[in-house]
């Protein structure tokens, strides 16, 4: 099955016309690493720069499948959220498959996030086990008794 990619930037585009906040994230499951509050001005200018001529956007089923950046588009009535996995160069938003980021989509995506300074590269296991790590240490702080 395809979704073609006039259909995807105009489902995104409707989704962010009412915008209040743009909010980028680049993350691991629950846990947030690079979050940046951008305008929804900015975010359709990205928007112009992703081409809507002819083309597909195929739906895919890869096995590498996990997301580590987002843009959740905020609105007065809801949140829509565009998701992306860089390691397989695939996206999903609330109302769409999970289909392959358009060949000439890729990266004006990356650059999306980069431009604000978070990387386009998916969390380390070192930043993981460093976050983790904090989180220890901030709940044996909490359980000392004070001095």
Known sequence: MLTSKRRLKT???NESANATEVI????QGDIIFDSHSIS???FRKWMTTLDEGFGRAPITFSKCWIPH???RIITPSNEFVIEFCFSCD???TTTSNRVYIPND???S???LFSVYGISDKAPTHEEVTAYRQQQIDFAEQDAAPNR
């Open 11 to 13: 489902d995104i585009s």
């Open 24 to 27: 980028l994230e680049r993350f």
């Open 40 to 42: 929804s001005s900015d």
């Open 69 to 71: 950046h987002r843009a």
């Open 90 to 92: 695939e996206m999903q």
């Open 105 to 107: 989509w890729v990266g």
């Open 109 to 111: 995506s990356k650059n």
